[in-house]
């Protein structure tokens, strides 16, 4: 957390108080309380979204390969006609819905990685959600996830929270079985302090004298007390800012507001803006699972992720948060090729996964998926999704993605950071 | 030299370093979940040898206490909930007149940690609990073979899936690493054969709505010829677990967490520290009642150093402050408790993952800080939404028969002793000097604010 000094003084703690603390003190805050002159807080660390998409998104009809016959032969209710596809190049466009997708493709902010699946794909939600979500091919409930080991690697600092979790479901398996606890949250009321304290003579008084205990740093160093004092301090300057960001609330315009997920994203960069060292938010929206007359709720569904994600990066951008934050898009599984006789699709294979922000080599990576090599009817996957997790790890947390994964996976050329 | 002398030589009250009111505290917050006034007077009177002998051999729970832990029992077994289940072991933790061996069991519960998420059985998680209870503070190795069959257990580690064609070597595995040895203290090979030994389990078709139940059966338990640790012959579980407390290094890897648990978890213990505790934990059948008695009575454990050198888990930060404060029973609401637990990052019967809780400072983020904090102002200044009335600190302080003008010194007397800077402390003082009840509001939340009510 990068207090400001307006923070400092408004609770009563003076940059003398982060002085006194010495050598020892964490990087992060020794720069603060020499850069205590500076306005807005400095950007943190880098920041991972990841959204699920639940069900198994169809991945033919969001990234359509509009020129091949097999597609359009394949379903004849349910295949997008060319026009009012949004260009990605030659062969592909983006599903009509995904005018917000589109407009991140525009801003250079879209990378699609194609055919992203496993081998021996497995159809079942559970058993393939698993699957994603542990890195392994046979996992069991007690796997621990990718982003759990990940967290791991880093060594617990008492500061923010590691990964936040943006949904009511149940945390998901990604999350899960590593040593961090990981919160879920539906909104900032969790961030609040419940002072309790009534209102009237005294409550400033009372509010000011629990934020100074926190300002005597008493302990020695290297203590445990001194460990309590330094978390407590940076949550509750986290807090304090979390109040500002929320009574600035109203700059967070530009949301669908309608679309739940719009609002997950919109809780999300409330607090990448308010300065949380929080290096993953987890956020998922269901329904995806389109065996029935798919053709409208999978555009429904399509069009708030669009508008919703596009909303999320303007308001980052706006803020000038965008650079750090890249965001990953996936689903346990594609759809089938054929249509089934319910104008829908049933549980399919490989799919692509969305790769988002100012940070990614924009455009199509990875081949099309080719629909007249079928793997019991459905096309086989081009690239291990594994990749995908390693390039994130390590290239972009900082992390040690071969001991995460269980072996090396061959990064992909998604991501283009500057060197320094 | 025995255990008389040495580190864990007992501590002897004295006139430089006399049985005091700090002394009382620091024991109840580690052999236990905190202390009332009550309770810390009682104590203070008793001395040390007495106060340590009532937290290992306690009296027994009354009747209608009793009653009260059967109803809530059998109504988280038939709710088949698991928040039910969570009320039924927090109430114990509360109110239970043995609080060692609830901090016990809750150690145990983190050390053969099984997570009702994929046990999906609240009767299962139950039984588990009581297996814990029972041994909480009686012999390693019986608890050892009583894990091995226990149905959560074996769902948990797939022993249930283990079979003679092909044994699984899950279970096997987490014995020797986690529960016994810790790694590098046995081989592969070593798994391999001690999972051959573990098979033979089989759940029985269940009627209903019954809950699971498992049965060994000797046909599928592999009988032949096994290797484990150096020693061969037609082993069986139990072989196993005999040969397994052979090894020196198992009282040495339990004495370490114990110690840990009970006396310090800043930095790694000494080896001339560890050593003969777990000379005293071998030589007297691994008995756990034996070795935390050794810890609770020596002069180590009530060194300055020692005093304030863990951090409260949740369980101890939340039930602590309740069991402290004597908040009345009417006015606690178990629920919040356990939502409290949870968000603090310690979910009863869901531990993280298949080590447990790892504790110490993992404890402590921004989230769980603020959760921790919450939760003190809801218990003093009351929380509609969640239906719980403000603390009564007038009520208190008639009950223990304390002056109004002295409330303030004995709350900082009863929650941190001595644990608080001269300057915090004038602050406290003043801002509940007059002994108004939202003074004394006032002036218990800064106590429960200052970093150090968050160490043990």
């Excluded at chain 1, 016959?69 to 819905?97: E, F, K, M």
């Excluded at chain 2, 052999?31 to 002998?53: I, M, N, P, T, Y």
């Excluded at chain 2, 019954?210 to 150096?230: C, H, N, W, Y």
Aim: overall charge positive; hydrophobic content about 40%; some cysteine.
């Amino acid at each position: 957390m990068q207090p400001t000094r307006r923070e400092f003084l408004r609770l009563g703690l003076g940059g003398s108080a982060l002085l006194a603390c010495g050598a020892t003190v964490p990087t992060f805050l020794a720069r603060s309380a020499a850069a205590l002159a500076d306005g807005p807080a400095r950007a943190g660390g880098r920041v991972l979204v990841v959204l699920q998409l639940d069900g198994g998104n169809d991945g033919l009809n969001t990234v359509v390969p509009h020129r091949d016959d097999v597609y359009r032969r394949s379903r004849p209710r349910v295949a997008l006609p060319a026009q009012g596809l949004h260009r990605l190049n030659d062969d592909l466009g983006l599903h009509p819905a995904l005018v917000g997708l589109n407009r991140l493709h525009e801003n250079r902010q879209l990378a699609v990685v194609q055919s992203v699946g496993y081998p021996n794909p497995n159809r079942s939600h559970f058993e393939s959600m698993a699957i994603w979500h542990t890195a392994r091919l046979r996992p069991d409930r007690g796997t621990p996830g990718w982003l759990a080991r990940g967290l791991d690697q880093r060594a617990a600092a008492g500061g923010d929270v590691a990964a936040l979790h943006v949904s009511e479901a149940l945390l998901p398996q990604a999350l899960h079985g590593g040593q961090r606890h990981v919160p879920s949250l539906v909104n900032l009321e969790q961030f609040r302090r419940r002072l309790g304290i009534p209102e009237g003579a005294g409550a400033a008084q009372q509010r000011t004298a629990l934020d100074q205990l926190t300002n005597r740093q008493r302990g020695e160093d290297g203590s445990l007390l001194q460990f309590v004092e330094r978390s407590t301090l940076i949550t509750y300057t986290s807090s304090a800012r979390l109040e500002e960001v929320m009574r600035e609330g109203a700059a967070a315009a530009g949301y669908p507001e309608f679309y739940g997920l719009a609002r997950r994203l919109r809780l999300v960069a409330q607090l990448i803006k308010a300065g949380l060292q929080t290096s993953i938010y987890y956020t998922q929206i269901g329904g995806f699972d389109t065996h029935a007359n798919q053709l409208n709720a999978h555009a429904n569904l399509l069009r708030e992720v669009g508008d919703s994600l596009r909303a999320f990066m303007e308001d980052l951008q706006r803020a000038g948060q965008a650079e750090r934050v890249l965001v990953l898009a996936f689903s346990e599984f594609g759809r089938r090729l054929a249509e089934n006789g319910s104008a829908g699709t049933d549980h399919g294979t490989a799919a692509p996964v969305f790769v988002m922000g100012p940070r990614v080599r924009p455009g199509v990576h990875g081949p099309n998926p080719n629909l007249r090599d079928l793997d019991d009817g459905d096309p086989r996957h081009a690239i291990d999704f594994r990749r995908v997790y390693a390039t994130l790890l390590d290239q972009w947390l900082g992390g040690r993605s071969a001991d995460v994964l269980g072996g090396r996976f061959e990064h992909l050329p998604v991501l283009d950071i500057p060197r320094g | 030299m025995t255990i008389q002398e040495g580190p864990w030589a007992p501590y002897q009250p004295n006139a430089e370093d006399p049985w005091d009111l700090r002394k009382v505290a620091h024991l109840h917050r580690r052999a236990g979940f905190s202390a009332s006034w009550g309770d810390l007077q009682r104590d203070l009177r008793a001395g040390a040898a007495a106060s340590v002998e009532r937290l290992l051999n306690p009296p027994a729970a009354t009747t209608d206490e009793q009653q009260i832990l059967d109803a809530l029992q059998r109504g988280a077994l038939s709710s088949r909930d698991s928040e039910r289940l969570k009320v039924y072991w927090l109430y114990r933790f509360l109110y239970d007149t043995d609080p060692l061996r609830e901090k016990m069991t809750l150690f145990w519960h983190s050390h053969f940690a099984t997570s009702n998420r994929k046990v999906g059985s609240v009767p299962l998680m139950l039984a588990q609990n009581e297996l814990l209870r029972r041994h909480a503070l009686g012999e390693f190795g019986s608890l050892l073979i009583d894990t091995i069959s226990d149905g959560a257990m074996l769902i948990w580690l797939d022993g249930i899936v283990s079979r003679r064609e092909q044994p699984n070597e899950n279970f096997a595995r987490e014995f020797l690493e986690l529960f016994t040895l810790g790694v590098g203290n046995y081989t592969e090979a070593d798994i391999r054969q001690a999972a051959r030994a573990f098979t033979g389990w089989v759940r029985t078709p269940e009627r209903g709505n019954a809950a699971p139940a498992f049965r060994f059966d000797a046909s599928r338990f592999d009988d032949g010829e096994k290797t484990f640790l150096g020693r061969t012959g037609n082993w069986n579980a139990a072989d196993i677990v005999r040969i397994t407390l052979e090894q020196p290094r198992v009282a040495e890897f339990l004495c370490r967490k114990l110690y840990r648990y009970f006396v310090n978890e800043t930095g790694e213990p000494a080896a001339e520290v560890i050593a003969p505790l777990a000379a005293e934990f071998r030589s007297h059948r691994y008995s756990l009642r034996h070795v935390v008695g050794i810890m609770l009575r020596s002069r180590h454990f009530y060194a300055h150093p020692t005093r304030f050198a863990r951090i409260k888990s949740p369980v101890e930060f939340s039930v602590g402050l309740l069991r402290a404060l004597e908040v009345p029973r009417n006015n606690v609401r178990v629920l919040a408790l356990a939502v409290a637990c949870d968000r603090q990052g310690q979910e009863l019967f869901y531990p993280p993952n298949v080590r447990g809780w790892v504790a110490g400072r993992t404890w402590i983020n921004s989230t769980t800080v603020l959760e921790r904090g919450n939760w003190c102002n809801d218990v003093i200044w009351g929380n509609r939404d969640l239906g719980m009335p403000p603390y009564d600190p007038a009520a208190w302080v008639t009950r223990h028969r304390i002056g109004r003008r002295r409330a303030v010194t004995a709350l900082l007397d009863l929650l941190l002793q001595d644990g608080v800077h001269a300057d915090d402390r004038a602050v406290i003082l003043r801002t509940g000097g007059d002994g108004r009840p939202d003074n004394l509001r006032r002036a218990l939340q800064l106590i429960a604010h200052c970093p150090r009510f968050q160490l043990a």
